[in-house]
């Protein structure tokens, strides 16, 4: 039965026409070994495409199969040339299927008197189906007779249409032996809904007999590959060309590999989700060998694509990553590599890889191809759709009434009940104690409201026998959805534990886990846990809960807070602190106008620019859009290279440097105004090394080290302000781990000497807000003090800033801490990511207020501005040009941020006013004239006292 599909197929091409219904089938793949892909031959060429009315009736919930069970005979079944009976259960085989009373029923039915392998038991099922909609076929099934062996069962879909004849789909098969229920599952789709559906049982050869004991076929979502369908359903604007493989290979090529074109490959088992064909890779020998089409002239500069590609693997792996990209070269001749998306694939089903793009340079060639997984994993491609991308609709204004902000959300948060509201989440064991703090978790205490002061108990959870058992509590009535709420918590474990335990508080969301908030524990003190959250779709069950530390060691919460927080009064304060802060007097002194024209003198100040940095990360390809350089110039005065200055740019192959990149985007900084932040000379964390200094031994490590530090600092000597000088060393150990602790001191000393003008900061995410155990503010200055202990000139602290849901207490608190070090703090890649830009808007004003703010903090780099050049849902301007929410209040914040003044010079003739730091210009009309100044007003604590001359 190896060649079922393929014989059963080659028997139905007889009697079909030319013109076939387009259809996508997905088959469950089972645990048997599948054969090395091989081309298969073709179905008739031809795909009618029709518009259809979906059936609004059709049940997305229930069974679509009439007495699935058998419950009432033969009843809505019919038995194609054959014979069919229902056997009862006291004629069950032995071997009979465990734990599904709920479908075999009482009895199952048998089909003989079979002399075609095409015949079995079907039912029609015409108009209880949807177009787009994926079906899961479940069915146990078995034989019986002369059979040596095991031979498959096949469910198959016999589609009418009067137009287009008919055609069949396979929806699953199952390999079956004698005297034993088997379980044959599988899926399918209808891109168009078809005259008439005939769903059948067929397979085996003649004379052996079929046994069926239930039928269920379930609807379940189309999201999953619907849009993809969407994109192809009419003349839609999809660029590709032979998107599905109707034409063969037509319009595509192999990069570096082999492509073939299949009906189905593994004994039958792979098939494509939709349409008839899909196409392989094979003899891969690097990583990105794949598949590719030239889309060149089919692209227009500055326009957005969205990019549907419908794939699996096939091979050694049972996963790996596969991504589209695109190759473009330039009408100078430069070549660039863009990567558009990546999804985890499988070789069990198809998945959706999706992403977007945009042309910013003008091109002479253009080619999309996918790639990725590693050699002897082949690419499945089922279909490709490429066309110009939709505007999402705006966000919708969110408003929210009688929030009651600091208010706690956790009831008998202070045991005053003994332990009414809690529960043990798992078997541990819950109990009371008394001796934990008295007093409100630190980062709360300035935010919650009326509360009653702690009473000094807590929860003891002890018999806890897995990692997530702990204290829970349900909230699911209690939260608003888009509030951000802060969590705040003591937290300990028993005595006697050896090694450092995380504890996590988290919040279990229907299916979903949600971070609370992280720490890390040493001994059997108390310490506070913080973090926040937000729930942007409505859930149906929400359960908090405490968890982390290994199994058997105990654990303690007390003092429990979650409450929603009010930005809007923070952001009062911090109008205040920012005046304090950023501002300074100034008195503008006009010592040649005298007393009786001081009162008609009219002063007119406007600042021109805030001197403090904001700056934003660009690549070298977005330096060729015009409209993006413009609001990059505008409203940035300082710059950071994605990746162009990594080492893995500059040397992706021993010996073989880029710098051109770094070079161009140099000048074009220096032609900007713009001061340059250098980022990174070296990246810690293992995944960021290149294959070839993974390589390397010790001794040639250690020399390429050193090549790379003097080749990068002694070409671009004084021309960065700043370094990053190991990256994400609280994460990451590549160089420790293989040249010793020293390596890094190494690294600041070397580049101290290489270019001393250079400010030299480390570099590090999520140490202020509380969502990783692995880096805290303490363990960030622990990290700090033990670098400049062993002689490494730290000058800065690098904050990456990639942050969800901020609360602004949290990051002061973490600010606050880091600034005892008297070090300068920046933001060195901050974004914000939410998908309504509302909210959006106001988790990049709380960032930006809390480090404008605080008064270590002396920089703020965005990563990114432009959609499709920073993480997704952060960008503030679209990739066509359009400014949202979040960029609009960036805008209004830096207007905020500038000082105008308009007046009269008072009798003793002076002018006074209190201005932010930064450049000014100043009018002065007497009734005699009127002269223009300019003037700039830098950080100090005294008045600042300008002599006007006129």
């Known amino acids: 039965m190896k060649r079922l599909c393929s014989v059963l197929c080659l028997r139905r091409r007889l009697r079909k026409s030319k013109q076939t219904t ?84 009482e009895s199952h039915i048998v089909i003989t008197n079979r002399t075609e392998c095409w015949q079995g038991l079907e039912q029609d099922i015409t108009g209880k189906l949807s177009i787009d909609t994926k079906y899961d076929v479940s069915v146990f099934v078995g034989v019986h007779g002369n059979l040596q062996g095991s031979c498959g069962v096949q469910a198959t879909l016999r589609l009418e249409n009067s137009d287009s004849g008919t055609s069949y789909l396979c929806a699953g098969r199952k390999s079956v032996t004698k005297e034993s229920w088997e379980k044959l599952e599988g899926s399918f789709t209808l891109t168009s809904l078809p005259s008439r559906a005939i769903f059948y049982l067929e397979g085996p050869p003649p004379g052996v007999d079929i046994l069926i004991n239930s039928v269920i076929i379930l609807p379940t979502s189309s999201e999953y590959y619907g849009e993809a369908r969407r994109c192809i359903a009419a003349a839609d604007g999809n660029i590709i060309r032979n998107s599905f493989f109707e034409d063969g290979l037509n319009n595509w090529s192999g990069r570096g590999c082999k492509i073939l074109v299949h009906e189905s490959i593994g004994d039958g088992k792979i098939l494509p989700l ?20 030239d889309i060149t002239g089919r692209v227009i500069r500055k326009f957005t694509y969205e990019v549907i590609a419908v ?35 499988s070789d069990k089903d198809w998945s959706n890889l999706q992403g977007k793009f945009i042309l910013n340079v003008h091109t002479s060639d253009v080619v999309i ?54 529960s043990p989440l798992g078997s541990c064991t819950l109990s009371m104690s008394i001796g934990c703090p008295r007093v409100p978790p630190p980062s709360a205490k300035d935010s919650i409201g009326h509360h009653e002061p702690p009473s000094g108990c807590y929860i003891v959870t002890t018999n806890r026998t897995e990692t ?31 090694s450092p335990q995380i504890i996590n508080l988290a919040l279990g969301v229907d299916d979903r886990w949600v971070n609370g908030g992280h720490v890390e524990v040493t001994d059997d003190r108390w310490n506070e846990i913080v973090g926040s959250f937000r729930l942007e779709k409505q859930p149906s069950k929400v359960i908090v809960y405490v968890q982390g530390p290994s199994m058997g ?59 403090f940095p904001f700056g934003s990360c660009i690549s070298r390809s977005s330096i060729e859009n015009e409209e993006l350089v413009d609001f990059f110039v505008k409203n940035f005065n300082w710059a950071v290279f994605g990746n162009e200055l990594k080492w893995y740019h500059t040397e992706p192959e021993q010996g073989r440097y880029n710098y051109r990149d770094a070079d161009e985007m140099l000048d074009f900084c220096k032609k900007h105004g ?135 207490q949290i990051v002061c608190a973490a600010l ?77 914040l830096k207007q905020e941020w500038l000082t105008h003044a308009d007046g009269l010079v008072d009798d003793s003739g002076e002018f006074k006013f209190r201005g932010y730091h930064g450049s000014y210009s100043l009018e002065v009309t007497t009734p005699a004239k009127r002269s223009s100044h300019s003037f700039v007003v830098e950080k100090g604590e005294s008045p600042l006292v300008l002599h006007i001359k006129s």
């Open 22 to 105: 387009h259809i996508s089938s997905e088959p469950k793949s089972t645990s048997e070994s599948m054969p090395e892909p091989q081309s298969s031959s073709g179905y008739a060429e031809g795909c009618e495409r029709r518009d259809v009315v979906v059936d609004s009736n059709v049940s997305h919930t229930t069974n679509i199969i009439s007495n699935h069970d058998f419950s009432e005979g033969l009843h809505s079944w019919h038995a194609n040339c054959c014979h069919a009976y229902v056997a009862s259960k006291e004629f069950s085989l032995p071997n009979g299927p465990n734990g599904v009373v709920a479908y075999s029923g």
């Open 274 to 293: 939709h349409g008839r064909h899909f196409a392989s890779t094979s003899s891969r020998s690097q990583s990105w060998n794949g598949i590719q089409q």
């Open 311 to 345: 794939v699996r693997i096939f091979g050694n792996a049972n996963s790996a990553e596969v991504m589209a990209s695109l190759w473009v070269k330039g009408v100078n001749g430069r070549e660039q590599y863009t990567s558009i998306g990546k999804i985890q694939a």
């Open 369 to 422: 191809y996918l790639e990725g997984p590693p050699l002897g994993t082949d690419i499945l491609i089922n279909s490709l759709v490429v066309k110009r991308a939709e505007k999402p609709p705006r966000s919708p204004l969110l408003t929210f009434e009688n929030i009651p902000f600091g208010v706690n959300i956790i009831e008998n948060s202070n045991l005053n009940k003994g332990l009414s509201k809690w």
């Open 468 to 498: 997530w058992m702990g204290p829970s509590q349900i909230i699911t009535d209690k939260l608003v959805l888009h509030v951000t709420y802060q969590v705040a918590a003591w937290v300990r474990v028993g005595t006697g534990t050896k």
């Open 553 to 611: 060691v105990d654990l303690m919460v007390a003092g429990l807070h979650i409450f929603p927080v009010d930005r809007k009064a923070r952001f009062d304060n911090l109008k205040q602190k920012t005046d304090k802060v950023r501002k300074r007097d100034i008195i503008l002194k006009f010592p040649v106008i005298d007393a009786g024209n001081a009162s008609k003198t009219i002063v007119k100040v406007r600042q021109l620019q805030n001197s």
């Open 674 to 808: 713009m001061y340059t932040r250098g980022h990174c000379i070296f990246w810690e964390v293992e995944d960021a090394v290149q294959h070839w200094v993974k390589c390397l031994d010790k001794n040639d490590l250690m020399r390429a080290v050193q090549n790379r530090l003097r080749s990068l600092l002694s070409r671009y000597k004084g021309k960065f302000r700043h370094y990053d000088v190991n990256n994400e060393m609280l994460h990451g150990s590549f160089y420790k781990d293989r040249l010793g602790e020293n390596i890094r001191i190494y690294m600041f000393e070397e580049a101290r000497k290489l270019d001393p003008s250079a400010t030299l900061f480390v570099n590090d995410y999520n140490v202020e807000d509380g969502c990783d155990a692995k880096a805290s503010p303490e363990m960030f200055i622990h990290h700090i003090l033990d670098l400049q202990e062993h002689g490494a000139p730290v000058d800065g602290i690098g904050l990456q800033g990639h942050i969800n849901n901020p609360v602004g």
């Open 816 to 892: 606050d801490k880091l600034a005892i070090l008297g070090l300068p703090i920046w933001f060195t890649e901050l974004d914000v990511a939410a998908s309504n830009e509302h909210v959006r808007a106001e988790d990049l004003e709380v960032m930006l207020r809390e480090a404008y703010a605080h008064p270590a903090v002396e920089g703020i780099m965005l990563w990114g501005f432009w959609e499709l050049m920073c993480r997704d849902n952060s960008h503030l301007v679209d990739a066509e040009g359009d400014i949202n929410e979040a960029g609009k209040r960036y805008l209004a």
